[in-house]
């Protein structure tokens, strides 16, 4: 079955912190690997994606094909960074369908 | 340009009554996608269009929801009748087929309707 799943809840920082928001998954084939973010008021919107291989707003993902992982990190938190993340999946054949987990609220505190 | 645009934002309603959402594209999108999300969790796929034929309705409960999107552009999802469970945020979101067969392009999300069934 596919599933992605997002461990914490809830993940609280210090401003200048390192941050690792963590995702794992459960899909036979070759995924395509999102992170998706809200931001307070705001609407969901793509942060980044595996086959980019870029670092949006200081954050990066790497597909983990062995562990099934796609943990997003940055190396210094802002306040600014706190919002929703979601982590999702899009299987191989891509039907456009996305599997999201649970998302994870990540708390930059000054 | 105002990106997908959803309405009503809001709808509070009683159980067994008809309810309907509203949804237009980011224009020159042929793909529209139905989301819905519970308190707490991600959002999941109810139904995926492909211009105005759906191609992916398996999670759509069909005894009771139901969707068109005529022309396709706009779309509505409609449920009949409405029960306590419904309660939760529907997601719009749209994309442009990518070049390669079987890509598709990022998905850009509307604000949400929320609807509480009470």
């Known amino acids: 079955a596919q599933r992605v799943t997002q461990p914490e809840k809830l993940l609280s920082v210090f401003k200048g912190a390192p941050v690792e928001l963590k995702c794992n998954y459960s899909y036979s084939g070759s995924p395509e690997l999102f992170w998706y973010v809200q931001y307070s008021r705001q609407r969901l919107q793509l942060l980044l994606r595996h086959i980019s291989r870029e670092s949006i707003k200081g954050f990066t993902a790497d597909l983990n094909k062995g562990e099934t992982s796609f943990h997003l990190k940055k190396p210094f938190a802002q306040e600014e960074d706190s919002a929703m993340y979601y982590c999702?999946?899009?299987?191989?054949?891509?039907?456009?369908?996305?599997?999201f987990g649970q998302g994870t609220t990540l708390q930059v505190k000054p | 340009e105002a990106g997908v645009v959803q309405s009503p934002r809001y709808k509070i309603i009683e159980k067994k009554q008809p309810v309907a959402f509203w949804c237009n594209p980011i224009s020159g999108h042929n793909t529209l996608y139905w989301y819905r999300q519970n308190l707490g969790q991600g959002p999941e796929l109810l139904i995926r269009?492909?211009?105005?034929?759906?191609?992916?309705d398996s999670q759509l409960p069909k005894d009771r929801f139901s969707a068109e999107r005529l022309k396709g552009v706009d779309s509505t999802l409609k449920i009949q009748p409405a029960e306590l469970g419904d309660s939760a945020v529907y997601l719009c979101?749209?994309?442009?087929?990518?070049?390669?067969?079987?890509?598709?392009?990022?998905?850009?999300f509307g604000p949400g309707t929320r609807l509480t069934v009470l």
């Open positions: 269009y492909e211009n105005e034929e759906a191609v992916d």
């Open positions: 999702a999946l899009s299987g191989s054949g891509n039907t456009g369908k996305l599997i």
């Open positions: 979101a749209s994309s442009s087929r990518g070049l390669a067969e079987g890509h598709y392009n990022e998905q850009f």
